[in-house]
């Protein structure tokens, strides 16, 4: 078994919102189907700090192998029963694992064709070498695919007004929606306003120049458009 120890913070009580609120966001599905579009054609795929699966799910339905995993046991937990849900054909391509992305776990195999991080970095003290461990793991010609909040103290209110605009226009404005939007507002101030949870901050140049740094040849995609402004995502080959 792993020797990952998990880590207890606000994700814990984050999850369920999270699940249900997430996937129904139109700047996540927005932002989603740019990873969903780079990773196409791509057999083997890590998602490094999968939480829920929301990204693992639909690159296995289509027929790619994806290693997943995160440091949370809440997240993965609700990721685990995702993946129960499957067919056993898609199953058998989606291994979940805990694990670190500040050190992938030892059951992950190398020579990846895509790493996705998707809002995982700014949770990272040291994201330098973070992002060497996805270079690591990627065969040559590989891509990361990376998404994360472009500065400290992202506007939560702002994400979450667009979207409500977005929704009523669209008639999902539910109930159950509504109170999905109060659990994760709570938690998202909590998480946006506590020093300790939110650490490191990139805006879209910034990445890009990381990533180069750290071995990358191309910026495929680098955008700074995502969450209304709030978030880059970067699309880098090995």
Known sequence: MPETVFVDNIWNDFAHSYDQMIPELPCYQR???KILR????RAYVIDAGCGTGLVSEPLVRRGQRVVGFDNNEAMLALAVR???KEPEAVRARWTLLPGD?????GEVEQGADAVVMNNVLFYVRDPEAVLRQAWTYLKPGGVLCMTSNKRPRPDLEKVLKNSIREWESQGRWTEALQRAVNHHRTCAQKLTTDPNEMVTFLD?????????KVGFSQALVADGDDYYGENFYVCMRK
């Open 31 to 33: 932002q989603r189907e």
């Open 38 to 41: 780079d990773t196409r054609e």
């Open 82 to 84: 995702r993946r129960a």
């Open 101 to 105: 992305v500040t050190r992938f776990p």
């Open 204 to 212: 879209t140049d910034q990445a890009v120049r990381l990533l180069e």
